[in-house]
Each structure stands twice: as C-alpha cells, then as structure tokens.
C-alpha cells in the first residue's frame, strides 16, 4: 500500500472570540484527509503562519504523514537554532494536525493512540476574579454551584490592580501594579474565602511572577496554612533556583512551567522534585510528541500534570490537552478558561465542559474541525500587544 503523504500545510488566523487563534491544516495525499493543529501564539501570529507556510510546509511536502516522530525530529532541527516560541508553536500544529491524521486513518480517538483513557472525564480548575474579596467569595460559591471543586482566586486580575497607584510624574502608560499591596490583598483574601466559604472548596492562585523572588517565597510560606490546591507561577522562568527555597519553607504545592520553551527546563525541577504539576503550554513546547514524553517522565518522579488551558488558545489546543489529560495516570486537573458558542460554532466537535468536567468525543483523531469561510469573518489584530505592557508603581517595566 502506497504511503499518505503531505500535500500542503497552511495556518489560518483567526480571532472568533477576540484573542488571536493560529491553527495548521495539515492535508495529504488522500483525497478529503486533512489533520488539525494548534500553533496559537496569540501575540506573534504573522510570525508563526511565515514559519508554517514558507518553512515546514515546502521541508514536508511530500513525506509519509505516519512518521511523526521522525518529522518532529526533521521540524526541530531543521532550522538549527531550535526551541524557540515561534517555531515550537508551528511544530506544534503540524505535530497535532499529524496525530488527528493518525487519529482518523486508524478510526481511533488520538487518547486511543496514546494508551487508553485512565478517566472517563477532566476534572477542570475555574478562575474566580473580583474587586472586593467579598466578590470573588460570590465567584466562588457560582462556581461550586456548578459542579466546580477547585477554583483559583485572585482580586484585580494578575498582580491585583485594585486601588489607585502613587506614580512619578512622566510616568510611560503601562498596566500598573504594586507587588506590596498584591502580596498583602492576597494574603487577606485567602483568610477571607476559607472563612465565609469553607474549607471543602480547592483553592489555587497564579502570581504570574508578579511579586519579587523573595516576596514570592514569602507569600508561599503564608498561604501555607490555607492548603491551596498549588500555587502558579510563583517565579518567572529565569529564576527558578528560588524554587529550592521554597521547598525548604513550606509544603505549599508548585505549579510551574507555562512559559517553557524547552522540556530541559524542566529537567531539575523534575529530578529534584522541585515542583508538584507541571504547567505545559502544550503548542509552546513543541505539540503533543513532547508533551507526552514530558508527562511520562513526570509520572516516575510522582509529578503530576495540570497543562495551561487559557483564551489564548486555541479549541484544537484544548482538545489536544484533553486527550493527553485522558490518558496521564498522573493527571492533577486541567485549566479551562472556556469555549464560547462562537468558537463553537467555527470549531465544530469541541470538548465538552460539564459540572467540573470536560468530556471529549469519540470521533477519530481530535475530534474537531474548522469552518474556514466563518473562520475568515474574524480577523486577527496583529496591532501591537499592550496587556503586556506591565509597570511597577516606579514606571519601571515589569514581566507580565
Ligand atoms: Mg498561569
């Protein structure tokens, strides 16, 4: 039997929720098999459909799609400098669009061809925001109202922006933040929430390597006593070593690594058991190949995974995370930001969010599609990214 080969690949951009959303259509040799993949790199889109369309699709043409390890191989050091967040994120959707092709020549859901379900369904983790900690208690109880048993909560959104900031004059514009007051509201609010809603309720919280190293090993050590679920991104990747500090502080459990680019930043983390969850971003770090040998190699140290589910990417991403989530005997629980009826609506076959849980189908491959001509009724902004643009009460620029 002849081998099904690559034909074309092409990104299509689109923004039906209005985040920018990158998926690789990966179509062969046989006539109506194509393979999806997301490649979402929200803040960089023209970048990685140049890379899809003008590097890996001209490096592919032509090849047998079953050799995915070997094509990941190929797209990974083809370019000779490698790890980068573009060209991870344009391997990824041509690894995931690889694997729905497998997916759908062996009529098996992707979960199938990575071992079996260990779970009928995802228990997922919400996010619970407000201005007052009496608000995000009312978050919270909505969520548990739903089915919902782990909640992460912040006041003010990341770096908690509530109250007026004390600027010097010529300050540049920015999003403004003071780590002081984050660290102290936070403090206050976790008191707040464990005592008007209880103790049943998981609680988790996402610093967004906000507060200082220091700070951050501090705010560890506080919340220690109010048993979170993990604690998120408390260190930003270049200062990890702090993380070693923290074991020798507390027992608060550590969720790290949305921002890796490279399965080697984990490599200490891992050995030393350094962190409790690791936080892939899964089109970050190269696609499912890499994601699921990283969550293999989690399994023999006992960590546990809890893979990066935001607005920024896209339903194919989040149904290639399901799939993993499925099968990982050391699944923690997954983020889920939530698919609205647009996005629905042009990506038909989405995982399905029900009282805590996301369900996948059992199509073959992901399980999803995408309606290109509704997709092209939702441009990208390719405009300059300004959430990004975070500022310490000094003017000085701060990592968001
Ligand atoms: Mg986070």
């Given at each position: 039997?002849?081998?099904?080969?690559i034909?074309?690949?092409?990104?299509?951009?689109t923004?039906p929720a209005?985040?920018?959303?990158?998926?690789v259509k990966?179509?062969?040799?046989?006539?109506?098999?194509?393979?999806l993949?997301?490649?979402?790199?929200?803040?960089?889109?023209?970048?990685?459909?140049?890379?899809?369309?003008?590097?890996?699709a001209?490096?592919?043409?032509?090849r047998d799609?079953s050799?995915?390890?070997?094509?990941?191989h190929?797209?990974?050091?083809n370019?000779?400098?490698r790890?980068?967040?573009?060209?991870n994120?344009?391997?990824?959707?041509?690894?995931?669009?690889?694997?729905d092709?497998?997916?759908?020549?062996?009529?098996?859901?992707?979960?199938q061809?990575l071992?079996?379900?260990s779970?009928?369904?995802?228990?997922?983790y919400?996010?619970?925001?407000g201005?007052?900690?009496d608000?995000v208690?009312?978050?919270?109880?909505?969520?548990?109202?739903e089915?919902?048993?782990?909640?992460?909560?912040?006041?003010?959104?990341?770096?908690?922006?509530?109250g007026?900031i004390?600027k010097p004059?010529?300050?540049?514009?920015?999003?403004?933040?003071?780590?002081?007051?984050?660290?102290?509201?936070?403090?206050?609010?976790?008191d707040?929430?464990?005592?008007?809603?209880?103790?049943?309720v998981?609680?988790?919280?996402?610093t967004?390597?906000?507060?200082?190293?220091?700070?951050s090993v501090?705010?560890?050590?506080?919340?220690?006593?109010y048993?979170?679920?993990f604690?998120?991104?408390c260190?930003?990747?270049?200062?990890?070593?702090?993380?070693?500090?923290?074991?020798?502080?507390?027992?608060?459990?550590?969720?790290?690594?949305?921002?890796?680019?490279?399965?080697?930043?984990?490599?200490?983390?891992?050995?030393?058991?350094?962190?409790?969850?690791?936080?892939?971003?899964?089109s970050?770090?190269?696609?499912i190949?890499?994601?699921?040998?990283?969550?293999?190699?989690?399994?023999?140290?006992?960590?546990?995974?809890?893979?990066?589910?935001?607005?920024?990417?896209s339903?194919v991403?989040?149904?290639a995370n399901?799939?993993?989530?499925?099968?990982?005997h050391?699944?923690?629980?997954q983020?889920?930001?939530?698919?609205?009826?647009?996005?629905?609506?042009?990506?038909?076959?989405?995982?399905?969010?029900?009282?805590?849980?996301?369900?996948?189908?059992?199509?073959?491959?992901?399980?999803?599609?995408?309606?290109?001509?509704?997709a092209?009724r939702?441009?990208?902004?390719?405009?300059?990214?300004?959430?990004?643009q975070?500022?310490?009460?000094?003017?000085?620029?701060?990592y968001?």
């Amino acid at each position: 039997m002849a081998a099904v080969t690559i034909r074309n690949i092409r990104a299509i951009c689109t923004a039906p929720a209005g985040c920018n959303l990158v998926v690789v259509k990966v179509e062969t040799s046989e006539p109506g098999l194509y393979g999806l993949g997301c490649a979402t790199f929200a803040y960089r889109t023209l970048a990685v459909k140049c890379i899809v369309e003008e590097y890996l699709a001209p490096l592919l043409a032509g090849r047998d799609v079953s050799q995915i390890e070997e094509l990941w191989h190929l797209m990974n050091g083809n370019s000779y400098w490698r790890y980068g967040p573009i060209i991870n994120n344009a391997i990824s959707g041509v690894d995931m669009a690889l694997w729905d092709i497998k997916g759908k020549m062996a009529g098996m859901p992707v979960y199938q061809l990575l071992g079996g379900k260990s779970r009928p369904a995802v228990r997922v983790y919400r996010h619970a925001d407000g201005r007052s900690p009496d608000e995000v208690a009312e978050n919270v109880r909505r969520w548990m109202d739903e089915g919902v048993t782990h909640v992460r909560i912040q006041i003010g959104g990341y770096g908690g922006r509530v109250g007026s900031i004390n600027k010097p004059d010529e300050a540049p514009d920015g999003v403004y933040y003071s780590p002081d007051k984050y660290f102290r509201d936070t403090v206050r609010l976790f008191d707040y929430i464990r005592s008007h809603v209880g103790g049943e309720v998981e609680l988790l919280h996402d610093t967004h390597e906000r507060l200082p190293a220091i700070q951050s090993v501090a705010l560890a050590k506080e919340l220690e006593k109010y048993r979170l679920f993990f604690y998120e991104d408390c260190l930003p990747p270049e200062q990890c070593e702090w993380l070693r500090m923290i074991r020798r502080q507390c027992t608060t459990p550590i969720a790290l690594g949305e921002l890796f680019v490279n399965p080697k930043e984990y490599d200490y983390l891992i050995a030393e058991r350094l962190i409790d969850f690791i936080r892939v971003h899964v089109s970050a770090i190269g696609g499912i190949t890499p994601a699921r040998k990283l969550s293999i190699l989690c399994e023999a140290f006992g960590i546990r995974t809890a893979f990066h589910g935001p607005g920024d990417v896209s339903p194919v991403g989040h149904a290639a995370n399901i799939h993993l989530d499925l099968v990982a005997h050391n699944f923690g629980i997954q983020e889920w930001a939530g698919i609205n009826d647009t996005l629905r609506e042009v990506f038909p076959g989405c995982p399905e969010y029900k009282n805590g849980f996301v369900y996948a189908n059992n199509r073959p491959g992901l399980g999803i599609d995408i309606n290109e001509e509704l997709a092209a009724r939702f441009p990208c902004d390719d405009g300059i990214t300004r959430w990004t643009q975070t500022r310490r009460p000094d003017g000085t620029y701060a990592y968001p």
